[in-house]
């Protein structure tokens, strides 16, 4: 069965670096998010893309997040400077189309630690 | 985004059949029920979803209220890999999925 991929499986940054977060959704999805799950709390959505702009994005989500499907295959999260708060797991997840009865399938995430 | 509420916790035995609920009492008759999981050290699950009829599917079957306003998942015949946290999901008219804390089903051998 096809699934969602993402690397690093974990990745430690200095605080105030740079980093970026791959993953390679199921090849014939149009949709693509990214959400995150600091410990021990909700998950939580930061971002929805389609047709290579962002469609939808939460207040998290502010500019030092950025998005982006730089080939036919990867699509990227990037976080210019990142805080002790950004430790959290990042999952990935693609869905055919976007619609309400459509499912999202999610990758088994890369767990950020920032020191 | 509306809301849905499930209990904190449940417990059941291996190879027994599993209820879990959630009460979604102010869905509007557009809004989608979904149920995702998430096992341990995972990434959330996709398990099944539904609008106004049951639904079964290989992993679970969806019991949904006449009136809405609750639904349960049924899992036919708990295994120790179906212990997970189980979150119930309306959605909305957004691409986002909002989860709630969901519901931490414990299965014991």
């Known amino acids: 069965e096809p699934e969602v991929t993402q690397t690093p499986s974990h990745q430690v940054t200095q605080m105030g670096q740079e980093v970026i977060l791959r993953c390679v959704p199921i090849?014939?999805?149009?949709?693509f998010y990214w959400y995150r799950q600091i410990l021990g709390q909700k998950v939580e959505f930061l971002v929805s893309f389609y047709n290579n702009e962002i469609s939808e994005k939460s207040e998290i989500f502010d500019d030092q997040f950025s998005v982006e499907r730089p080939d036919g295959s990867n699509f990227t999260l990037k976080i210019r400077s990142t805080k002790l708060e950004d430790s959290a797991m990042y999952f990935c997840?693609?869905?055919?189309?976007?619609?309400?009865?459509?499912?999202?399938?999610f990758g088994d995430g890369t767990r950020l630690s920032i020191l | 985004d509306a809301k849905t509420t499930q209990p904190n916790s449940m417990e059941s035995n291996e190879e027994e059949p599993v209820h879990l609920p959630c009460n979604h009492s102010?869905?509007?008759?557009?809004?989608?029920i979904h149920w995702y999981r998430q096992l341990p050290s995972q990434g959330p699950e996709y398990v099944i979803h539904?609008?106004?009829s049951n639904v079964n599917n290989r992993m679970a079957s969806l019991a949904i209220a006449e009136d809405r306003k609750s639904s349960t998942l049924i899992l036919h015949r708990a295994t120790l890999r179906d212990a997970a946290v189980y979150y119930c999901i309306l959605r909305q008219g957004a691409q986002k999925l909002v989860f709630g804390q969901g519901t931490r089903l414990t299965i014991n051998p």
């Open positions: 090849s014939n999805h149009l949709y």
């Open positions: 539904g609008l106004t």
């Open positions: 102010t869905i509007s008759g557009t809004d989608y």
């Open positions: 997840a693609s869905s055919e189309w976007g619609t309400l009865n459509q499912p999202q399938h």
